[in-house]
């Protein structure tokens, strides 16, 4: 065959799209708009709301505390590990509900539960039944979390493109090449919702759980602060640990996303 | 190319080769699927020769793509034997061989993956075949450049036009160096220009390789300026009702007023035999 030269028409070609400046400004003013609008309204709306010069000196002197990286470490350590297993375990049970419908019909209604089960019951009730500790927590947030990510990833699994399975049966694909280069691939999208859901609603979980049972973390400051309150402390807190959250949302899966997606034809309208 | 030129066979089914020159062997095949209330193939035997590019011709559901998906190993058949390249595959409906002779499967469309470089997409399929990774690279460049998508290796599918994306899947077909490349009416979603610019450049592509190809199609026209041979189905349930030698000599132009000639004869048959002309007319006025 001759040499193709001709490239599929696009809307835009690659690599167009906003300026590299206009991109680097977005957010930035993004977020001096959202400070203007929290001083405003802590100034002229809400008289308990502390502004953002106050929660900054706060935050401040809540750094230097001998107890700031060690509260800050354990909740962190809890989010990881509430991802991690909630993650792995969904991903696990949602692919397989995607894939064997036995699984899919023992696990649907459970499932269902799971997702209506609500966060502060799970977390009281294996107080009750496991006790005060490290576990009780985790369980907690297993509970809870998982479910999450097994719907997100069992509609992954369901929605593969039976014509690329086809394809990999037809050209004799090994089992191991099968799930790397077919189906993980074609999960990735919910994967990464996957683990991103269960970040968040890991976070969310751990201040509950810490709030509620621990002697120590980032909930367990808020709560404190809050039963005393100091609402400037609460939310230099808050911002505390959201900062970490955002600092991995834009430096783990945002680079994930560019690198795991590289492949996707970028259309600009 | 003056190697087929004017085959001696001629008209309805010809001449029974040698048992050794044929590659595919189909006695009696029958499938259905479950939900189907009449089966896609009943009782369909053909042979096909060894570098023969065969077109199996047919109306919409008579069975031709089930063909292939059994010939490939997707579908096992409820009935009938099946030999390829000497190996019995299948016989009474059970699977004879655990492993068939390696094929190449180009789909109607081009089912690449993309999220694998077009490169990455054919050393896959060398990868699955036990081709020996040293081999790859030149595999890869070989089948590329003779597809003329050498210099898109490197691109992500998602980034070639339906084309290019085709070449790219039949080059994946052909890299394996297959005993039979199995082609789904790859042609038919392309643009009229497109898909005869890629058929005359297959044909080059076969004759420079000497691959057996079982080119599927409801093409008349396609089938004729294609094949050897065509086999035509039966409107189905699938099963042969005739192998037609085209006796064109190579390289045949798609507008030659022969072909045209061909196509018209085989066109008013099939007609016929696939049964537009029972159909009662609606009376006017209802």
Same mark, same amino acid.
């Given at each position: 065959?001759?040499?193709?030269?001709?490239?599929?028409?696009?809307?835009?070609?690659?690599?167009?799209?906003?300026?590299?400046?206009?991109?680097?400004?977005?957010?930035?003013?993004?977020?001096?708009?959202?400070?203007?609008?929290?001083?405003?309204?802590?100034?002229?709306?809400?008289?308990?709301?502390?502004?953002?010069?106050?929660?900054?000196?706060?935050?401040?002197?809540?750094?230097?505390?001998?107890?700031?990286?060690?509260?800050?470490?354990? $909740?962190?350590?809890?989010? %990881?590990?509430?991802? =991690?297993?909630? &993650? /792995? @375990?969904?991903?696990?049970? #949602?692919? !397989?509900?995607?894939?064997?419908?036995?699984?899919?019909?023992?696990?649907?209604?459970?499932?269902?539960?799971?997702?209506?089960?609500?966060?502060?019951?799970?977390?009281?009730?294996?107080?009750?039944?496991?006790?005060?500790?490290?576990? $009780?927590?985790?369980?907690? %947030?297993?509970?809870? =979390?998982?479910? &999450? /990510? @097994?719907?997100?990833?069992? #509609?992954? !699994?369901?929605?593969?493109?039976?014509?690329?399975?086809?394809?990999?049966?037809?050209?004799?694909?090994?089992?191991?090449?099968?799930?790397?280069?077919?189906?993980?691939?074609?999960?990735?999208?919910?994967?990464?919702?996957?683990?991103?859901?269960?970040?968040?609603?890991?976070?969310?979980? =751990?201040?509950?759980?810490?709030?509620?049972?621990?002697?120590?973390?980032?909930?367990?400051?808020?709560?404190?602060?809050?039963?005393?309150?100091?609402?400037?402390?609460?939310?230099?807190?808050?911002?505390?640990?959201?900062?970490?959250?955002?600092?991995?949302?834009?430096?783990?899966?945002?680079?994930?996303?560019?690198?795991?997606?590289?492949?996707?034809?970028?259309?600009?309208? | 190319?003056?190697?087929?030129?004017?085959?001696?066979?001629?008209?309805?089914?010809?001449?029974?080769?040698?048992?050794?020159?044929?590659?595919?062997?189909?006695?009696?095949?029958?499938?259905?699927?479950?939900?189907?209330?009449?089966?896609?193939?009943?009782?369909?035997?053909?042979?096909?020769?060894?570098?023969?590019?065969?077109?199996?011709?047919?109306?919409?559901?008579?069975?031709?793509?089930?063909?292939?998906?059994?010939?490939?190993?997707?579908?096992?058949?409820?009935?009938?034997?099946?030999?390829?390249?000497?190996?019995?595959?299948?016989?009474?409906?059970?699977?004879?061989?655990?492993?068939?002779?390696?094929?190449?499967?180009?789909?109607?469309?081009?089912?690449?993956?993309?999220?694998?470089?077009?490169?990455?997409?054919?050393?896959?399929?060398?990868?699955?075949?036990?081709?020996?990774?040293?081999?790859?690279?030149?595999?890869?460049?070989?089948?590329?450049?003779?597809?003329?998508?050498?210099?898109?290796?490197?691109?992500?599918?998602?980034?070639?036009?339906?084309?290019?994306?085709?070449?790219?899947?039949?080059?994946?077909?052909?890299?394996?160096?297959?005993?039979?490349?199995?082609?789904?009416?790859?042609?038919?979603?392309?643009?009229?220009?497109?898909?005869?610019?890629?058929?005359?450049?297959?044909?080059?592509?076969?004759?420079?390789?000497?691959?057996?190809?079982?080119?599927?199609?409801?093409?008349?026209?396609?089938?004729?300026?294609?094949?050897?041979?065509?086999?035509?189905?039966?409107?189905?349930?699938?099963?042969?009702?005739?192998?037609?030698?085209?006796?064109?000599?190579?390289?045949?132009?798609?507008?030659?007023?022969?072909?045209?000639?061909?196509?018209?004869?085989?066109?008013?048959?099939?007609?016929?035999?696939?049964?537009?002309?029972?159909?009662?007319?609606?009376?006017?006025?209802?």
């Amino acid at each position: 065959m001759r040499p193709s030269t001709a490239v599929a028409p696009r809307l835009r070609a690659a690599g167009e799209g906003p300026s590299r400046t206009s991109l680097r400004l977005a957010p930035v003013v993004g977020i001096a708009m959202g400070l203007v609008a929290w001083w405003l309204a802590a100034r002229f709306l809400f008289r308990f709301l502390p502004d953002p010069i106050t929660t900054l000196r706060t935050f401040g002197e809540q750094v230097v505390t001998e107890t700031f990286f060690e509260n800050l470490g354990v $909740t962190a350590r809890r989010v %990881l590990l509430g991802t =991690v297993g909630a &993650f /792995v @375990v969904g991903s696990a049970i #949602g692919l !397989a509900m995607g894939r064997i419908w036995t699984v899919e019909t023992a696990l649907h209604p459970w499932v269902f539960v799971g997702l209506a089960l609500p966060g502060p019951l799970v977390i009281l009730f294996a107080i009750l039944a496991m006790g005060l500790g490290e576990m $009780t927590s985790l369980t907690a %947030l297993w509970v809870v =979390v998982t479910p &999450f /990510v @097994v719907t997100l990833v069992y #509609g992954g !699994a369901k929605a593969l493109d039976p014509e690329l399975l086809e394809m990999s049966v037809t050209y004799r694909f090994g089992r191991g090449d099968r799930l790397r280069h077919v189906l993980i691939p074609a999960l990735m999208p919910s994967l990464m919702s996957g683990v991103r859901v269960a970040f968040a609603m890991s976070w969310k979980i =751990v201040v509950l759980i810490e709030a509620l049972s621990s002697t120590v973390g980032v909930g367990e400051r808020i709560h404190f602060f809050f039963i005393f309150n100091q609402p400037a402390a609460v939310l230099a807190w808050t911002f505390t640990f959201t900062i970490i959250m955002v600092a991995v949302e834009l430096l783990v899966f945002q680079t994930l996303d560019r690198r795991l997606f590289a492949w996707r034809p970028r259309a600009r309208l | 190319m003056g190697r087929r030129v004017g085959k001696p066979e001629s008209g309805r089914d010809d001449t029974e080769a040698p048992s050794s020159s044929r590659i595919v062997e189909i006695e009696d095949l029958a499938f259905g699927y479950g939900e189907a209330k009449q089966p896609a193939l009943d009782g369909l035997t053909l042979s096909i020769d060894r570098g023969e590019f065969a077109c199996v011709l047919g109306p919409s559901g008579c069975g031709k793509s089930t063909l292939l998906g059994i010939l490939s190993g997707l579908y096992a058949p409820q009935r009938g034997r099946v030999a390829v390249d000497g190996t019995l595959v299948y016989e009474g409906g059970r699977r004879m061989a655990r492993e068939a002779p390696a094929m190449g499967y180009v789909f109607q469309d081009p089912r690449l993956l993309p999220w694998r470089r077009v490169r990455q997409n054919v050393e896959l399929a060398l990868r699955a075949a036990g081709v020996p990774q040293a081999e790859w690279d030149g595999r890869v460049s070989t089948y590329l450049d003779m597809c003329g998508i050498g210099p898109f290796a490197e691109s992500w599918p998602g980034n070639l036009s339906g084309g290019q994306r085709q070449r790219v899947a039949i080059a994946r077909a052909l890299a394996i160096e297959p005993t039979l490349v199995l082609m789904d009416e790859p042609f038919s979603t392309l643009d009229e220009v497109t898909a005869r610019f890629l058929r005359r450049e297959l044909l080059e592509v076969w004759e420079r390789t000497g691959q057996t190809i079982i080119f599927v199609t409801h093409s008349i026209r396609e089938a004729v300026f294609l094949a050897d041979h065509v086999y035509v189905m039966t409107a189905g349930p699938g099963k042969l009702l005739e192998r037609r030698t085209i006796e064109i000599p190579r390289p045949r132009v798609y507008e030659d007023p022969h072909l045209t000639e061909i196509e018209a004869g085989m066109v008013e048959w099939v007609l016929e035999h696939w049964g537009f002309y029972d159909a009662t007319p609606r009376e006017e006025g209802k």
